[in-house]
């Protein structure tokens, strides 16, 4: 795996954070369990790309097949059409598909603290970091987000949705609201899932966080460019409870 793509998904947040703005993770999402075809005919790698052109510094590709509709095809097609960092979004939870996500050129990975058991979570990161890929640490919970914090995670995504369920539930920015604070000072906070508006983009923000990952509405937006371009809202100072591990 190239060394170069170490650290890029955080450093194209960062960048977007020192221009003022929270940044917007588009999610390329083929179906929502909840919202059903995302796509209506449109082509995942060619809106990939016009989301790059209005400013997504980095994308999110969703690559479980059986019901979120995406492939790892899907992943490798859009490395290769995009220079934005991109992150693998899966149920992850063997060493072999952290292979095959390194080989397929994703910059990060998406790590559930839900889904797998705490060993295994803590053996997936550190083969994630060895394979020069960032995890990005999920959680759902107070408890999950101690858990992050003992992995000492720099990219921690704040999940308003029950992934458990599918994300069938109407969770939104108030969760990230109640959880941000628990994240250790040095963390890169990604607030995931119920993101509908600028209002709830706003929200979040006032909780302090990098980035909001956003993908039924940008999807189901008329204009997708111009909803993209109303989520990109200014960036807020966290206030930590917590030290610095």
Request: negative net charge; contains cysteine; glycine residues 8%.
């Given at each position: 795996?190239?060394?170069?793509?170490?650290?890029?998904?955080?450093?194209?947040?960062?960048?977007?954070?020192?221009?003022?703005?929270?940044?917007?993770?588009?999610?390329?999402?083929?179906?929502?369990?909840?919202?059903?075809?995302?796509?209506?005919?449109?082509?995942?790698?060619?809106?990939?790309?016009?989301?790059?052109?209005?400013?997504?510094?980095?994308?999110?590709?969703?690559?479980?097949?059986?019901?979120?509709?995406?492939?790892?095809?899907?992943?490798?097609?859009?490395?290769?059409?995009?220079?934005?960092?991109?992150?693998?979004?899966?149920?992850?939870?063997?060493?072999?598909?952290?292979?095959?996500?390194?080989?397929?050129?994703?910059?990060?990975?998406?790590?559930?603290?839900?889904?797998?058991?705490?060993?295994?979570?803590?053996?997936?990161?550190?083969?994630?970091?060895?394979?020069?890929m960032e995890p990005l640490?999920?959680?759902?919970?107070?408890?999950?987000?101690?858990?992050?914090?003992?992995?000492?995670?720099?990219?921690?995504?704040?999940?308003?949705?029950?992934?458990?369920?599918?994300?069938?539930?109407?969770g939104g920015p108030e969760?990230?609201?109640?959880?941000?604070?628990?994240?250790?000072?040095d963390a890169l906070l990604?607030?995931?899932?119920?993101?509908?508006?600028?209002?709830?983009?706003?929200?979040?923000?006032?909780?302090?966080?990098?980035?909001?990952?956003?993908?039924?509405?940008?999807?189901?937006?008329?204009?997708?460019?111009?909803?993209?371009?109303?989520?990109?809202?200014?960036?807020?100072?966290?206030?930590?409870?917590?030290?610095?591990?």
């Amino acid at each position: 795996m190239s060394t170069e793509l170490v650290g890029r998904f955080s450093a194209a947040i960062g960048a977007e954070n020192a221009r003022g703005f929270v940044a917007v993770i588009p999610d390329i999402k083929c179906v929502s369990p909840k919202e059903g075809d995302l796509l209506r005919g449109r082509d995942p790698v060619e809106t990939a790309k016009m989301l790059v052109r209005v400013g997504a510094p980095v994308l999110s590709v969703v690559t479980e097949r059986e019901r979120f509709g995406g492939s790892i095809e899907l992943l490798d097609a859009i490395a290769q059409a995009v220079k934005a960092p991109v992150l693998r979004k899966d149920f992850i939870t063997r060493e072999e598909q952290l292979l095959e996500t390194a080989a397929l050129g994703a910059a990060a990975v998406l790590l559930i603290c839900a889904t797998t058991d705490e060993k295994n979570l803590c053996a997936l990161y550190e083969k994630t970091l060895a394979l020069g890929m960032e995890p990005l640490v999920e959680v759902h919970t107070a408890q999950e987000m101690v858990l992050a914090n003992q992995l000492g995670a720099r990219l921690i995504g704040i999940n308003n949705r029950n992934i458990v369920s599918l994300e069938k539930d109407d969770g939104g920015p108030e969760r990230t609201a109640a959880l941000a604070a628990g994240a250790h000072n040095d963390a890169l906070l990604i607030s995931e899932s119920g993101i509908l508006s600028a209002d709830d983009a706003r929200l979040a923000s006032l909780s302090g966080v990098n980035a909001i990952l956003v993908g039924t509405a940008l999807w189901q937006a008329s204009d997708m460019g111009a909803m993209y371009r109303a989520l990109r809202v200014e960036k807020h100072i966290r206030v930590a409870k917590c030290d610095p591990l």
